[in-house]
């Protein structure tokens, strides 16, 4: 019988086109509905997500919280979820996405933390140079994140320019067609919303 060698390439290509019809076919799963499928999901993808997420956030229980959401969202979108190109390339983007966001929002947070400390406003909210003996830096980040999140959309607009990108009372009416007095109203109501769950971080 002759020998027919196959060329690794040709051999790479099959399997590259296996794992393909794998992955569309447990897309197809999830797409249907099947908690099966999707724990195989899972497991297939969670630990490399992981160790990818882990490198940005430098926190292996921030990466796995962030990890779960991916897969929550893919399960929230399950019916509309479409897939066009490579399972694995489609989590890992996912993945980047939400770790630089989270990023930078710790980012943010930090700015707002030091700001704070240091910002005009702090007589009506007391300080928080005694903060770092009672809590690490990133409870307090996380406490801020939840805070400002709940902060109604216009209020924590303007909190953000304020504190974070640090523009003038004036800047801010201006940007977003306001008077003074409603930036003035809505920084107020930002720190009053600050200054109770932090209460237990403020100096007295």
Not at 31 to 43: H, K, P
Request: charged share 30%.
């Amino acid at each position: 019988m002759r020998h027919v060698s196959v060329a690794p390439a040709a051999v790479a290509a099959c399997e590259s086109a296996g794992d393909l019809a794998r992955e569309q076919a447990l897309v197809a799963r999830v797409r249907a509905g099947d908690r099966a499928a999707f724990d195989t999901l899972v497991v297939t993808y969670y630990d490399d997500l992981r160790a990818y997420v882990t490198a940005f956030v430098r926190s292996e229980a921030e990466a796995e919280e962030l990890v779960q959401e991916v897969f929550l969202k893919v399960w929230n979108i399950r019916s509309d979820w479409d897939v066009h190109s490579s399972l694995r390339r489609y989590l890992i983007a996912a993945a980047r996405h939400l770790a630089l966001d989270h990023c930078r929002r710790q980012r943010m947070m930090h700015r707002w933390a030091t700001r704070l400390r240091g910002s005009e406003e702090r007589p009506a909210m007391g300080t928080l140079p005694s903060a770092h003996q009672h809590v690490a830096e990133a409870e307090l980040r996380t406490v801020l994140r939840r805070v400002i999140d709940r902060l109604p959309a216009k209020c924590r607009q303007v909190a953000i320019l304020r504190f974070e990108r640090q523009m003038s009372r004036a800047e801010i009416a201006d940007a977003l067609g306001v008077s003074l007095k409603t930036v003035e109203r809505h920084i107020a109501r930002a720190l009053r919303g600050i200054r109770a769950p932090l209460a237990r971080y403020l100096a007295p």
